[in-house]
């Protein structure tokens, strides 16, 4: 089993940024991936961005150029720097786990209005 603890999320202004971390502990895997999704009222959940235990990154398109993703293998944790913050970008954000299994966190709502 693995458990994940996210904190960060808050309310943001336009073009605000906020930073997102996601702790895992239990059974720590070397070779997994860490990622962040988000849902938003009435959508789907969707990738974020992800990165791989070696740390190579993949974003989504839509936040590409404005949020980053980073990773403390001796901390187990994965790190979202999310700047130029949108409305749009308002969503519950997931860090997901990926190993021999998957887990999710359990979510940290991100709102980006004035």
């Known amino acids: 089993q693995v458990q994940l603890v996210e904190s960060g999320g808050g309310l943001v202004q336009p073009g605000g940024s906020l930073r997102l971390s996601c702790e895992a502990s239990?059974?720590?895997?070397?070779?997994?991936?860490m990622g962040w999704y988000r849902q938003a009222p009435g959508d789907r959940r969707e990738l974020v961005a992800d990165i791989s235990s070696h740390g190579i990154p993949v974003y989504a398109e839509s936040i590409e150029g404005r949020f980053t993703i980073s990773r403390d293998n001796a901390k187990n944790t994965v790190y979202l720097q999310m700047t130029s913050l949108k409305p749009e970008d308002t969503a519950v954000y997931y860090c997901?786990?990926?190993?021999?299994?998957?887990?999710w966190g359990q979510g940290t709502q991100v709102t980006v209005s004035s």
């Open positions: 239990g059974r720590i895997a070397s070779t997994a991936s």
């Open positions: 997901r786990y990926s190993a021999y299994k998957t887990y």
